[in-house]
């Protein structure tokens, strides 16, 4: 069964940087594509940054420019660097695998963004 554990979040400043760290256990596919989606309160979750296996990036129009998804060499582990943090920003933030055998959801892990 995959799993994935995600850390980073905290309460940050606006104008803040954080670094969040999703990492994938119990799979054997490596083809694979990863993502960072987030939940505001009264919102539905959205996408905030998707990378494949081979590297390709897809971000949501709100974080470009601030936000970059990266992954390790081995592809176990996908980062979400976070700069120039808003309050709009605070969410509750997954991280998501997507494979030919499955999706997968993390628990979450919680951004809050002061003014």
């Known amino acids: 069964q995959v799993q994935l554990v995600e850390s980073g979040g905290g309460l940050v400043q606006a104008g803040g940087s954080l670094r969040l760290s999703c990492a994938r256990s119990?799979?054997?596919?490596?083809?694979?594509?990863m993502g960072w989606y987030r939940q505001a309160p009264g919102k539905q979750r959205e996408l905030v940054a998707l990378i494949s296996s081979g590297g390709s990036t897809n971000y949501a129009d709100s974080v470009k420019g601030r936000f970059t998804i990266s992954r390790d060499s081995a592809g176990n582990t996908v980062y979400l660097q976070m700069h120039s943090l808003k309050p709009e920003d605070t969410a509750v933030y997954y991280c998501?695998?997507?494979?030919?055998?499955?999706?997968?959801w993390g628990q979450g892990t919680q951004v809050t963004v002061s003014s």
């Open positions: 119990g799979s054997i596919f490596s083809i694979n594509t």
């Open positions: 998501r695998c997507i494979e030919s055998v499955g999706d997968y």
